[in-house]
């Protein structure tokens, strides 16, 4: 029996770290928070002090019960989760809930998963720094009073189900302004000027002219000038340049950088530097500081030295911008900067590649440059087109690694030929073209992170499901519009003749960018108008700031949430009371046919548009929304078409198609088939073609591919990819497979290998009962009848679960029925 239990937040965690402790050591996992505020009630006591009320959920009670048995049996008991306030408050809850004793109990820190962090750890241990935990404590009582006060009140004055967020909301926010700011831009249309010259050796180079001309007119008075013109270089200047790296990496710029570069969600980065740092491969990933360890430095000089030679080397210190950062810790970084590569899964391989080329560049030397200005005068007009040009003399840092940037227009510097003053220039074209000035950018997860930095609105832990949660409840998705196409105007001058296109572009474009929705909008207009304070950015700053002083021992948390609630509650109370209901409704005509308003406005299902009055005898009409119609864009005529569904478009093979809207969006229906649109198309252009090009398909997916003991197979690409299905059963088709040619051979491989596989997973099988017991996934077990699937605790034996055992769980889980009492007549 081991003298010592190690406890750590993660079962992965936990297997890198006990590769390094001896015998005496047994290493164990706490999967998380081991205990939290209840889940549906507040849990905060506001009348003793705001104290939390915490509760061990009942999928840890197993987790806690192994726990306090085996701390039982050692000599010390070890707390070693993550080394910031979440870790910090995991470690408490342990000593809490586990009954620990403070002589038996050490807690250690590290900021890597290698053998010498732990050992290390292991020699200098502290006791729990209620500081930090008490500055989580005050994050989570006050976001929890944010939630459960607001929601509420959203429920009566907007929309059932809603929910408000200290911090979701203010990122709502954000991406509602932008896009307003988005909707009210007006475009100016002007001229940029664009040159191509050739030197008299015969090399080409591009040049413009650094103003736009507002008007055609100008454009053309200046092209036309330029006939017959002669060119040269007026002037000539080069300047020695340098370019310096960027700092490592921190929470925020990893997110931002593997968004640019691999096209990450913040999310998937996350989930990714966690798998890396419990391999022992990089250092903890929830950090706001660019800082590197004199170790670090000094095995980055032997890298780079290594690798490139010594005059790549140049060892620097960072310091971080972003407010509040904990210049304490350390930034990202590899923990061996030998290890260029790792073999952990293709996304993670991809993201420490990404973190190596950073820390490693950091601490190389500058680029060294040549920047060249060249200036173009012509002998008709007093008109002075510039060249600029650049030439890496010494790649430096550019070697191993370039920062990318959110800038889509930032145009790089090109070479030069080498031109002398005064040299004469043949000018092969000059264009002329019409440009529009362009609205501010929609957010990416990316630049959204960037905003919340700059406002010091969050921290590294909370950027990643602050994005995830806004997007979950449908405050904002992602785009999925290419854009609209707007025609504009080139002139050209060619050979001294002035001729003229039209062109065409692409504008609007919001594909994979954050769009606010209309319930978005709606609640973050009414959030703002009558709780200024929480939705303020200077607010949500302040909050982070104090949060950090409380981690500093430097205020009382206590204090501090007393402060807010004494301002915050009364608010409540009376928007509750006296606020008015949003509908984020929109008057757009009258109904022809009935003489009645119509509205564009949110329903109880979702934005939608409205014929008539709540209050009139006769029920309104209601239609919902399509595509990307929203509640401020929806124009009359648009909607007078949507009550024109359900719409007969006419009869095919014997049976009417009908163009529908329903629950679950636009479809065709045909027969008792009812086929999807696509995401977006909108069913009142669906004409008679469309439909029976969708009927086809859905006949032709629906077709047998083939047969397997008398039933059909059929094919089918889905959520997860390509798949057979047979005898309802679905199976992904791999890439092992043509699936496009896919033989009986290959089918009956599939079928057969899914129904061993599903015969593996067979736990119990109680065919009566209509009851069975299977492995799920993560070493979980389900018990499933019917619809019915319930995920069992990992703890469980599921293999030990008696029949009865497997019922009482399904009756404790199985929703109870409503019964409405029937009213009794009283006998007068």
């Not at 954000?174 to 008299?200: G, T």
């Not at 173009?376 to 191993?400: H, M, P, R, W, Y």
């Not at 227009?409 to 002329?432: F, H, R, S, V, W």
Request: some cysteine; glycine content about 6%.
């Amino acid at each position: 029996m081991a003298k010592n239990l190690v406890i750590v937040e993660s079962p992965a965690k936990a297997k890198t770290i006990e590769k390094f402790l001896g015998k005496d050591f047994q290493v164990e996992s706490s999967y998380g928070h081991i205990a939290d505020l209840p889940s549906k009630e507040l849990g905060v006591n506001i009348d003793d002090d705001f104290n939390p009320e915490y509760i061990i959920s009942s999928d840890k009670k197993a987790v806690v019960k192994k726990l306090r048995d085996l701390a039982k049996k050692v000599d010390t008991v070890w707390l070693a989760s993550d080394e910031d306030r979440e870790g910090e408050a995991i470690a408490w809850h342990l000593f809490e809930q586990l009954k620990l004793d403070e002589e038996n109990t050490k807690r250690i820190v590290f900021h890597e998963i290698t053998k010498n962090a732990i050992l290390k750890a292991v020699a200098n241990p502290r006791g729990i720094n209620y500081n930090l935990v008490n500055a989580q404590q005050a994050r989570r009582v006050l976001d929890r009073l944010v939630g459960y006060e607001l929601s509420p009140v959203l429920w009566r004055k907007v929309k059932g189900g809603l929910s408000a967020g200290r911090v979701q909301s203010v990122a709502v926010r954000l991406i509602v302004e932008r896009e307003r700011d988005i909707e009210n831009f007006k475009p100016v249309a002007s001229y940029r000027v664009d040159a191509e010259f050739s030197n008299e050796e015969g090399m080409t180079f591009k040049a413009k002219l650094p103003k736009n001309f507002k008007t055609r007119k100008e454009a053309e008075k200046f092209l036309n000038s330029c006939i017959n013109a002669d060119f040269k270089v007026a002037d000539l200047q080069t300047k020695p340049a340098k370019k310096s790296p960027a700092a490592p990496f921190t929470t925020s710029t990893l997110q931002q950088e593997a968004s640019r570069k691999l096209y990450f969600p913040v999310a998937k980065t996350m989930v990714m530097a966690q798998r890396l740092y419990e391999a022992g491969l990089i250092t903890y990933m929830r950090t706001d500081s660019v800082n590197l360890s004199e170790d670090a430095k000094k095995a980055a000089v032997a890298e780079i030295t290594a690798s490139y030679g010594a005059k790549y080397s140049k060892p620097r210190n960072f310091k971080s911008k972003s407010k509040g950062a904990q210049e304490a810790h350390e930034a990202i970084r590899p923990t061996d900067m030998t290890l260029h590569e790792v073999s952990l899964g293709k996304d993670e391989d991809r993201l420490y590649s990404l973190i190596w080329k950073r820390t490693l560049a950091s601490q190389m030397s500058e680029a060294q440059l040549e920047r060249t200005n060249v200036k173009i005068s012509n002998s008709n007009n007093k008109e002075i087109l510039t060249a600029n040009g650049e030439v890496v003399t010494f790649d430096g840092f550019l070697k191993v690694y370039l920062e990318g940037t959110d800038n889509e227009d930032e145009e790089q510097e090109g070479m030069l030929p080498k031109l002398e003053l005064n040299e004469k220039l043949k000018n092969n074209y000059i264009t002329a073209t019409e440009r529009y000035t362009r609205p501010p950018g929609r957010f990416t997860e990316a630049s959204l992170v960037k905003q919340l930095e700059e406002l010091g609105i969050g921290r590294p832990s909370t950027y990643a499901p602050t994005i995830s949660t806004i997007q979950r409840r449908e405050y904002v998705v992602k785009g999925s519009i290419d854009g609209v196409e707007r025609k504009y105007t080139e002139l050209k001058l060619k050979s001294n003749k002035l001729s003229e296109k039209e062109l065409t572009e692409k504008v609007g474009s919001d594909k994979g960018k954050l769009v606010p929705t209309d319930i978005g909008k709606i609640v973050n207009d009414f959030l703002v108008e009558h709780f200024k304070t929480v939705l303020d950015f200077g607010f949500t700053a302040k909050a982070e700031e104090e949060f950090d002083e409380i981690a500093r021992g430097k205020e009382d948390w206590t204090s501090m949430i007393k402060d807010f609630y004494s301002k915050f509650h009364p608010i409540v109370k009376d928007v509750a009371e006296n606020a008015e209901r949003a509908k984020g409704e929109r008057l757009l005509g009258v109904d022809p046919e009935s003489g009645k308003n119509v509205y564009a406005r949110l329903g109880r299902f979702g934005a939608m548009v409205q014929i008539g009055e709540a209050t009139d005898e006769e029920k309104p009409k209601f239609a919902s929304l399509q595509g990307d119609q929203t509640i401020e864009t929806v124009t009359y005529e648009e909607a007078m078409d949507l009550f024109k569904l359900p719409k007969t478009i006419g009869d095919y093979e014997g049976e009417e198609v009908v163009v529908n809207n329903g629950r679950f969006g636009p479809y065709v229906k045909f027969g008792k088939k009812f086929i999807s649109l696509d995401k977006g198309e909108n069913p009142m252009s669906v004409d008679m073609d469309r439909a029976i090009e969708l009927i086809k398909a859905k006949q032709k997916a629906d077709a047998p591919i083939a047969h397997y003991k008398e039933l059909p197979v059929q094919k089918g690409v889905g959520r997860f990819g390509p798949f057979i299905k047979w005898n309802n059963m679905f199976i992904n088709v791999n890439k092992k497979y043509d699936f496009d040619n896919l033989s009986q051979a290959d089918i009956e491989e599939l079928i057969e290998d899914k129904v061993r596989k599903e015969k593996e997973k067979l736990i119990h099988h109680w065919e009566e009962e209509g009851i069975r017991v299977e492995k799920a996934r993560w070493g979980r077990f389900n018990i499933i009848k019917g619809k019915l699937k319930i995920e069992l605790p990992k703890t469980t034996k599921a293999e030990k679960l008696t029949l009865e055992e497997v019922q009482e769980i399904i009756e404790k889980k199985t929703p109870k029925k409503k019964t409405r009492k029937k009213a009794v007549k009283k006998k007068k």
